[in-house]
């Protein structure tokens, strides 16, 4: 069975920092596209951050290049989201997400992923 787990989430107080991982079971994440989504309270899901297959491409949401940088282990099994200089805007559930595509770039579009996480929070608050 495919599955997606993450941890990591939490409480952070503003301008901090917290790296997400995402553990894949029953699979191992070479040849698969992977992507970090998020979504906060009345709004909608979105793309925050995805890397090709191949890892020679990235792409982020705007609002938090600069900020938070997406990668996997060697290992092919664990990707990961470090998020820096935290903003209460930053506050959602982050979902970690996967679609088996080897191409040269990445897309944030959710429609485009077919296994996902459950979801962690993270919350920015003073």
């Known amino acids: 069975q495919l599955q997606l787990v993450e941890s990591g989430g939490g409480l952070v107080q503003p301008g901090g920092s917290l790296r997400l991982s995402c553990a894949a079971s029953g699979f191992t994440l070479d040849m698969h596209e992977i992507g970090w989504f998020r979504q906060a309270p009345g709004k909608q899901r979105e793309g925050v951050a995805c890397?090709?297959?191949?890892?020679?491409?990235?792409d982020y949401l705007n609002s938090v290049k600069g900020r938070f940088t997406i990668s996997r282990d060697n290992n092919k099994t664990t990707m990961y989201l470090q998020m820096n200089s935290l903003k209460p805007e930053d506050t959602a559930v982050y979902y970690c997400?996967?679609?088996?595509?080897?191409?040269?770039?990445?897309?944030?579009?959710?429609?485009?992923?077919?296994?996902w996480g459950q979801g962690t929070q993270v919350t920015v608050s003073a």
């Open positions: 997400a996967v679609r088996p595509y080897y191409r040269a770039w990445c897309s944030r579009a959710q429609r485009e992923y077919s296994t």
């Open positions: 890397i090709s297959a191949g890892g020679g491409n990235r």
